[in-house]
């Protein structure tokens, strides 16, 4: 139950990245607030309720962990906030408790992020221990080895999960040689090989000034922030070490990979290469997966596999921009025995929309949703912060919010057309089934196992 | 996605997101009135953004589905979307998602709730689509079958695939001996494989009528525009009979339970344990508050009691914890859970808790932990408002489990009211084996 939920929000999540003004006015005041130190910051003020939320960033995630310790940045992100400065592990927790201070960070493949939200009468506290955290880590043995300890035994738990499995198999079949092709999560082995000194490592590599970005979001002025920044960020190092990672070309394409586990719904994962999000074509493929399999209930594929003929709770597709490559790619889970018709319907879909692209009233309807849902992305200090990093973290411009929504409704029928005949091609779709298929012929052995 | 059952029973979380502004009574600040129909309708009001949750909330939930019928009110949900006398099937939803709005629905044991996000001036459609469907839903075999193959899809994906879910649809099976919490949310598979047209339509015309609703509109918006909005729509749709909620009671229970779980997909053991508990509205509701104090002290972050001494000091468990939710209509429950270390035992843990637990009974809570649990509690709600659907989740979850606006506004203060000795008592009256179930779910040796 656990995992199908999360699976849907993360779907959720990659699909609707970040648009602007809708169809009333709607504008975000955005102050860019610069510090004496040179850190600065996107502000939006929101004196409404008394929280204050904060959301950072730095380049460079878990497709840096070095070879044999996958899991690194992940193991950082579950240790930041388990001892820093004078206070260890149980000390800064209890210090967020009885503040009620809610920080937390997260290693992504090409980023690594943190979240703070406090009540503003404490903002102080809150700042504090986010400079601690980023600054003075610990990573004590014992907090290292108990966080270790849950990472691990969370991987074992997921092992034998059909979506998990789905997954893992995806990524290292389609990149055997790449970082991208290693579960950010790390494995048990890579996980055990990794010391606090890795750890310090990672902080002191990846945790820089020219490397961050801040948003903040809530019940805080520009004066009264300014010198929380320099306070909090001012004794990160100038310069993050230099990071190399190449770009990345999914192989395996065409191939059918069945994982054989013995439940009675298989879970199909299934892409190939898409357009990177720096990509000219980006926002027309955007649209176009809308209509294809990302609309929720209105998209193609959902009529055609759920609403039409009973094959599965959900399906849909994603783009999924990376920095250095570009995919789409879907998911659906469907009882043993129908899998290969699921199959042929999302070929027929995927080669359907590749041969003649959305209908113009399709085109219309996607544009529409695209530009108007956007106002939701704001209704709440932690989200809008979050849309301000990672806005950032992409390297737009502050106007970038209100222009959002003028490079949706840019896109053209003609460009819809042109683009989903660039980006689908239902012959290069690499197929991961688990489970116990009927009627699916694979063409190509799982890959090693990673040791999970 | 959308309409999908909520199967959670209680979550500490949730609490989380009830309500209030530090030292304030006050949590939303609603504003709430009563339709000629009968239908409550309550408006919180938040000009963050030009957006608008619209949530209707029946009080009717899978612990109503007649007998044999397990699923009938989660199936009903998914037909909702299947079109009305005026409205195509799936009409619904693209009229929303024309306009940018976000929409879902939601079947719990207690209540089936739906609920658009949108762009403030579409709030006038969704309420016309909403109303609606209260009152002219119109179902054919041709997309009544259909979903139902889809409900059976969504039942293998949450608890037929996963061992972890099927232990906890077990362990609820146990808990409650004759309540119809028994029953999971989704149905039995073989009697949503049953169900058909003229079942949901029957369910459907005994449980949705206005009188029986509550409306929570939370957004950009004001209690008059709300409420002359409302009077068009919903007030145009005639008040109807609705039966009382009349459910098999519980017997004492006499016995502790037992269930293990063993499957060839299950590698991390682990340990969990319900034990049957007063809601807010059942039982003895006075241990409820305190009830909730005890589960964030015990089992609520990483400097609870569990948390500490079976994860940090003895190090038996890599993860422990405990749940309460104190909205049901009937007896809610009050949990426990934990994963052994690297090849350490799930029995080890059940141990490690259980003398945990013997040592809150003997010894009692201290006075600083209680002060503590309180204090984030009554943060928690300080919060609740930094969201657009939040409020209306909160506040229609409260009424339709038998709450009122006034609970939701005063449970931050109730939370401060607790004390150490209330906390005491309420965890000897509910901590009792022969209110429980254990559950373990284990590897299963392969040869």
Known sequence: ???????????????????????????????????????????????????????????????????????????????????????????????????????????????????????SD????????????????????????????????????????????????????????????????????????????????????????????????????????????????????????????????????????????????????????????????????????HVLGGGGFSSRLTHEVRETRGLAYSIA?????????????????????????????????????????????ELADAKTYLTGSYPLRFSSTASTAGVLAAVQLEGFGIDYIARRNSYIEAVTLE?????????????????????????????????????? | MRRFARLRFGCAALLLFLAARPGAAAVFEPETFTLDNGMQVVVVVSHRAPVVTHMIWYRVGAADDPPGKSGIAHFLEHLMFKGTATLAPGEFSEEVARRGGNENAFTAQDYTAYFQSVAVEHLDLVM???????????????????????????????????????????????????????????????????LTTEDAIAFYRRWYAPNNAVLVVSGDVTAENVRALAEKHYGAVAARPVPARERLQEPPQLAPRRV?????????????????????????????????????????????????????????????????????????????????????RAEDVEAAAEAEITRLLADGATADEVAMAKSMLQAGAAKARDSLSGPARTIGAALATGGTVADVEAWPERIGAVTLEAVNAAARAVLRPEGSVSGLLLPKPTS
């Open chain 1, 1 to 119: 139950m656990g995992a199908a939920v999360r699976a849907l929000a993360l779907t959720a999540g990659l699909l609707t990245p970040l648009f602007a003004t809708a169809p009333p006015a709607f504008a975000v005041e955005i102050q860019r607030v610069v510090g004496a130190s040179g850190v600065a910051a996107w502000l939006v003020e929101d004196h409404g309720n008394p929280i204050v939320s904060v959301a950072i960033g730095f380049h460079g995630g878990a497709a840096l962990d070095p070879a044999g310790k996958a899991g690194l940045a992940e193991m950082v992100s579950v240790l930041l906030d388990e001892g820093a400065g004078d206070l260890d592990s149980q000390a800064f927790q209890r210090r967020l408790a009885e503040l009620a201070i809610e920080l937390g960070f997260d290693a992504g493949m090409d980023e690594f992020s943190g979240t703070l939200r406090t009540l």
């Open chain 2, 260 to 344: 293990v779980l063993e499957s060839p997909l299950v590698q991390q053991p682990s340990w969990s344990r319900l034990y049957v508990a007063p809601s807010h509205t059942s039982g003895a509701t006075e241990h409820a508050y305190a009830l909730e104090v005890l589960a964030e002290l015990l089992g609520g972050g990483p400097t609870s009691r569990l948390y500490r001494r079976l994860v940090v000091e003895d190090k038996v468990a890599t993860s422990a914890g405990a749940y309460y939710a104190a909205d049901a209509l009937d007896l809610a429950s009050f949990g426990f859970y934990g994963s052994p270390q690297s090849g350490g």
């Open chain 1, 317 to 361: 597709t994603w783009l999924n921009t990376l920095d250095r490559v570009g995919l789409v790619q879907g998911q659906v889970a469907t009882q043993n025995a129908r899998v290969a018709e699921t199959l042929d319907l999302v070929r027929a879909e995927w080669r359907r929309m590749a041969e003649a692209g959305p209908t113009p009233e």
């Open chain 1, 122 to 289: 404490r903002r102080d506290d809150a700042f504090d221990l986010l400079r601690l955290a980023l600054t003075a880590p610990r990573f004590d043995q014992d907090a290292v080895d108990r966080l270790r300890g849950q990472l691990q035994a969370r991987l074992v738990a997921q092992a034998d999960d059909p979506g998990d499995i789905a997954g893992r198999v995806w990524w290292r079949t389609s990149f055997p040689d790449h970082p991208y092709g290693r579960p950010a999560e790390g494995t048990v082995a890579s996980l055990g090989a990794i010391a606090p000194d890795d750890l310090r490592g990672f902080v002191a590599r990846r945790f820089a000034r020219d490397n961050l970005v801040v948003g903040v979001v809530g019940d805080i002025t520009a004066a009264e922030l300014r010198p929380l920044l320099d306070r909090t960020f001012g004794a990160l190092p100038a310069a993050a070490a230099p990071a190399a990672l190449p770009e990345a070309a999914p192989e395996a394409a065409g191939a059918v990979v069945v994982v054989p586990k013995g439940v009675p719904q298989s879970v199909v994962l299934f892409g190939h290469q898409g357009v990177k999000r720096d990509d000219p074509d980006f926002y027309a493929a955007y649209v176009v997966n």
């Open chain 1, 415 to 452: 460009d819809a057309r042109r683009v989903a005949r660039r980006l689908l091609d239902p012959a290069r779709l690499t197929v991961v089934v688990v489970g116990e298929p009927e009627g699916v012929t694979a063409t190509r052995s799982p890959p090693p196992d990673d040791g999970t």
């Open chain 2, 128 to 194: 016309r689509l909403e109303a609606d469907r209260m009152a002219n839903l119109a179902l054919s075999d041709a997309v009544v079958l259909p979903e139902r193959d889809v409900v059976l899809e969504e039942r293998r994906q949450r608890t037929d695939n996963d061992p972890g879910s099927q232990l906890a649809e077990a362990m609820r099976a146990a808990l409650y001996r004759n309540h119809p919490y028994r029953l999971p949310v989704i149905g039995w598979a073989h009697e949503i494989a049953g």
